[in-house]
């Protein structure tokens, strides 16, 4: 089955600074690929999403980047603010199996002010 | 509009026991998915739902089962409760049959003594 890789576990950054979050799958059927922003106690929220005929997508700070050949997809926030402190996590999907997703790891990420 | 509701929030169950837990996705949601939310093992998938029918199943041991309703309601049972099956259990839904947005409940917290 798919097997989805997050990086870095843990992240700080200043307030302003961007952040990157990495992640690999390694089946090449995938075509779905969606970030959640879980913050603590509350459920996980999707931030933006991107299909496999895409190679970069941008919702205003936020843009997620895809490489199908590597098999690599990478969240980017830019002018990072407090509220963006939460556990973000990358995901996997082969849609036309159903609406099954695999899961990285998570990344905690803290932006300090 | 409703979101994903999850009953009850929390359960503390004595090992051995069975527990039964439930999930109300969105109205007109048919596709329904569960996962099981450790620390360090992120969201794991346990089934998922669509017309009734289980489309998907992940690599849980037998004791873990569900099912849907008609009104799309769904309901997973653990039998035989372990330590190991203490985690925040979280339903999500999805409005189309494959490949977009799930809509992810607040999650049940069991907790397996």
């Known amino acids: 089955g798919e097997n989805v890789e997050q990086h870095p576990s843990t992240l700080s950054v200043q307030e302003g600074d961007s952040a990157v979050i990495k992640c690999t799958y390694s089946?090449?059927?995938?075509?779905?690929f969606p970030w959640y922003k879980q913050e603590l106690g509350k459920r996980p929220q999707l931030i933006i999403d991107i299909r496999s005929n895409v190679g970069e997508k941008k919702d205003q700070r936020i843009a997620v980047t895809l490489n199908k050949t590597a098999k690599h997809f990478s969240l980017h926030i830019t002018e990072t603010q407090p509220e963006d402190s939460a556990v973000y996590f990358c995901?996997?999907?082969?849609?036309?199996?159903?609406?099954?997703?695999?899961f990285g790891t998570g990344t905690s990420l803290t932006v300090i002010p | 509009k409703a979101g994903v509701t999850q009953t009850p929030r929390y359960l503390i169950k004595t090992r051995g026991q069975q527990v039964t837990l439930s999930c109300s996705p969105i109205s007109g949601h048919r596709s329904v998915s569960w996962y099981q939310q450790t620390p360090g093992q992120g969201l794991q998938f346990l089934f998922e739902?669509?017309?009734?029918?289980?489309?998907n199943k992940g690599n849980f041991p037998g004791r873990f089962s569900g099912r849907q309703f008609s009104n799309s309601r769904s309901e997973m049972n653990v039998s035989t409760l372990e330590l190991g099956d203490s985690a925040l259990y979280l339903c999500a839904s999805s409005l189309e049959a494959v490949g977009t947005e799930a809509f992810f409940g607040q999650g049940t917290r069991l907790t397996v003594v």
């Open positions: 995901a996997a999907s082969i849609t036309n199996t159903g609406n099954q997703f695999y």
């Open positions: 739902y669509f017309s009734e029918t289980q489309r």
């Open positions: 089946d090449s059927a995938s075509n779905y």
